[in-house]
């Protein structure tokens, strides 16, 4: 019993357990004092998010772009960096999927589909390819610089769908992609394309970059002690640009894939919030990609449960982002954990020693 | 006509919220905390004055519970930061996420509206007339007839400055960011300091809140902090970390904002280009800052390298 608890795993299990609940309790909280039942309340979101075919696809279909988002979260952090832009990179990927999805026609599917993917990616790629030079060149911070290009991104893209790309007289919004563009979708009435599929792989994909390649193994050094993998022979600086690099690339995806497999057509602020959304999943995962794709379904099932209690009970869903934002407070706080356990481990001693 | 006083008089409006959030950061960093939490406090902040001044009908007890409000989330950022060692800019991060989704939440919860509130019954703050200032031809229009807030924060700039370097607390709580372990050594208990510029950060971060809802505007609208508290951490860089510095640099990105929303009622050209500029303005002079400094480096390890070569000869 003592080996399976000293295990990191479990360790780390229980401790998004215990900051799952703790957040809730604090959830019930704020339910309370707004006139809600904090458990009829779970109730519904947890029906809504994961029980019936259509509701747990649907609950799919939210943690798509969050996968893509977390990856890209979780590539960032792994290199030691924050990149706080993905929103901006996710955004900037979407529209070029846009562009390219009506713009060219008469493609094979298979074709278009994948040229307007790579064009997102290379598009999320090179938006957080610039603060990931300057960081390297001029040393600017990161933080700063990512959130600005945030701000521009989403200026410049609200630029294009007002004029040039802008089909409607009524919204801003471009027009619809071809056919040939589109991801398919996985079954009736819900959203679920098979953008997912492309989800699982690169989970898998990013699980393997991380963990069993060179370029992972510097990541992680770079991450954890820059001057020692200076010292190790591990570039750094290149490092540090492919970090920002493959952030950017899985951002641009996922933006890319939302508006293919989802949408259909670039509409002015569809995405708003999934990038911070991805770096709350991210958090949850505790940065491992494997970790993400269920983070990001669990996420993903309480916003879309969300929606339903929205309609039945008309109580905010951001009810839900405030909630998980708790939960990060809590899994951050490591130490939290490490004062409980060690008040556990003290009391089987003082129990051991008395026997 | 681009340039009149009318342009200088909303330069320094807009430079308000943004100089708080500075000081807010300023006050932080000295203390060896990067505390981009602030845009989140902010945010929170502005939503609290609102519903402060809406439901007692007077803006300066919205002011007052917007600054506890504001505190709230700078003790949750103490607590968990300080005390729990949860790493600094996650949790930043996490609070800014945490006051992004809770006052959307609140916003429809309590008052059943999303996107923006505003109303008639809330009160918004009035103008000040300076007694003799006023009637000063062009200094009078210049520097009087704003909120109570900008004038505020005008004292709290000098305030600031004399608290860092003239007091004893303001001199300890540089040494805890210069050096933690040499002044703990001196006997200062850091984190108490720690805890002690983050609390005071919260409550500034609502002086600057509640003047973009109450001030600025009448009315909260969802994400109204708009990046202010990073303008307010970049103006702190700008400013090189002194109080005066960042005021100055808040009001260049005051100016820029102010020129960019002039520019806007023109309709010259494409709103989004201007809605940019202030953002645009940041990058670039971020990098201007980091490429001086790069070059000063270059510099004295060139010197460094002449002093060698001429003590070996």
Known sequence: MKRLLDNETIRGLIMVLFSVILAMAVGSLVMLINGYQPLKVYLTLFKGAFFGKRNFLTSLQRATPLVFTSLAAIFAFRTGLFNLGIEGQFLIGAVIATFIGFTISGLNPVFHVLLALCCAVAAGAIWAFIPGLLKVKLKTDEVIITIMFNYLARFGVSYLVNYPLRESAVAPMTPQIKPSAELVRLAQGTQLNTGFFIALFMVLLAAFLLSRTTLGFGMRNVGLAPRFALFGGIPVNKTILMGMLLSGAFAGLGGGIEVLGVYRRFMEDFSSGLGFDGILVALLAKRNPLGALFAAIFYGGLKSGAMVLEWTSDIPRELIGTIVAIIIFFMAAESIFDFIWNLGNSRVKAVTKEA | ?313
């Open chain 2, 1 to 313: 006509m681009v340039f009149d006083l009318e342009l200088i008089r909303s330069t320094l409006r807009l430079a308000t919220p943004i100089a708080f959030a500075g000081l807010a950061t300023m006050l932080t960093i000295q203390a060896g905390i990067v505390n981009i939490a602030v845009e989140g406090m902010m945010l929170v902040g502005a939503f609290v004055a609102v519903v402060g001044s809406y439901y007692t009908g007077s803006a300066i007890i919205g002011v007052i519970l917007s600054m506890l409000g504001s505190m709230t989330l700078a003790f949750i950022f103490a607590l968990f930061s300080l005390k729990w060692k949860a790493h600094i800019i996650i949790m930043g991060i996490a609070i800014n996420i945490f006051a992004n989704y809770l006052t959307v939440y609140l916003l429809r919860a309590i008052f059943g509206v999303a996107g923006a509130f505003s109303s008639p019954d809330l009160k918004g703050l009035e103008m000040i007339k300076l007694p003799v200032i006023d009637n000063v031809p062009i200094l009078g229009s210049l520097v009087s007839g704003y909120s109570i807030l900008v004038y505020i924060c005008w004292i709290l700039v000098l305030l600031s400055h004399i608290f860092l370097y003239k007091t004893k607390l303001g001199i300890h709580l540089r040494a805890v960011g210069e050096n933690p372990a040499a002044a703990e050594v001196m006997g200062i208990r850091c984190n108490e300091m720690r805890f002690f510029a983050v609390m005071a950060s919260g409550a500034l971060a609502g002086l600057g809140g509640s003047y973009l809802s109450l001030g600025h505007l009448t009315m909260f609208t969802e994400g109204m902090s708009a990046g202010r508290g990073f303008m307010g951490l970049a103006a702190t860089i700008f400013g090189m970390f002194t109080p005066i510095g960042t005021f100055l640099g808040s009001i260049l990105f005051g100016l820029f904002d102010s020129i960019s929303w002039r520019l806007q009622g023109m309709q010259i050209m494409p709103v989004q280009f201007l809605q940019m500029l202030p953002y645009a303005i940041i990058v670039i002079i971020l990098m201007t800052i980091s490429f001086r400094e790069k070059w000063v480096r270059a510099m004295t390890a060139k010197a460094n390298r002449a002093a060698l070569e001429k003590a070996e000869e």
